[in-house]
């Protein structure tokens, strides 16, 4: 989320509408996903992640099970200490209503389109944009420069940067680690009234 001159509005699409894949609810469980890109992070490159509940983006697997986590680990190298990206980092757990899952975390990995011609000399001039869409992957031009633009805006320095590839993950209505199960929608749906995105009470 992030904060306008009319309220709050949602950072970046998320969803199924979105080609965004949901990860798994299980316990301490991390979801693997291959960038499809070289990702450079303080002198190393990596083409996957590990995306998990909990708020992370890790470059490897490791031992800890849930939050608070110590690092760097005191006992590396014989135990991992993986490097990561805390966006989000808390102790996290998917929130249900009854036996229906209203927690997410959603993530797909976006590109710039790739240009393709066909070798045929009598279409040698045609050259052919092919956008791609689907679950996890999404070529898309305009939403890696809207990246860029903030980026520009956000960061001194950054006033060259062009985004050629993006992961983008979404935590969605997470609940608090041990939070009781909402039992009716309608005790749900009255606490969203009172509560704004950011967690505040909201104004009447």
């Known amino acids: 989320m992030t904060s306008s001159g009319r309220g709050w509005r949602v950072l970046y699409p998320f969803g199924e509408k979105a080609y965004d894949i949901s990860v798994t609810d299980q316990p301490n469980h991390e979801t693997q996903v291959d960038l499809n ?6 002198g190393f490159r990596f083409n996957y992640s590990y995306v ?32 990561f990206i805390a966006p989000f980092l808390s102790r996290a757990t998917f929130q249900y209503v009854d036996a229906t899952r209203i927690s997410n975390v959603w993530y797909r990995t976006v590109h710039r389109q790739k240009h393709s011609c066909n070798p045929d000399s009598a279409f040698a001039a045609s050259c052919l944009i092919r956008k791609r869409k689907q679950p996890g992957y999404v070529e898309d031009d305009a939403f890696l420069n809207e990246i860029s633009d903030e980026i520009e805006r956000g960061i001194i320095g950054a006033n060259t940067f062009n985004a050629l590839h993006a992961l983008v993950v979404t935590w969605e209505r997470m609940a608090f680690g041990g939070a009781p199960k909402v039992v009716k929608l309608e005790d749900y749906e009255k606490a969203k009234q009172w509560v704004s995105p950011c967690g505040q009470p909201a104004s009447k």
């Open 37 to 42: 890109f070289n990702f450079p992070f303080y």
């Open 52 to 83: 998990t509940p909990n708020g992370l983006l890790k470059f490897s697997t490791s031992d800890w099970i849930q939050p608070p986590y110590t690092f760097p680990n005191p006992n590396w190298p014989y135990k991992k200490d993986p490097s």
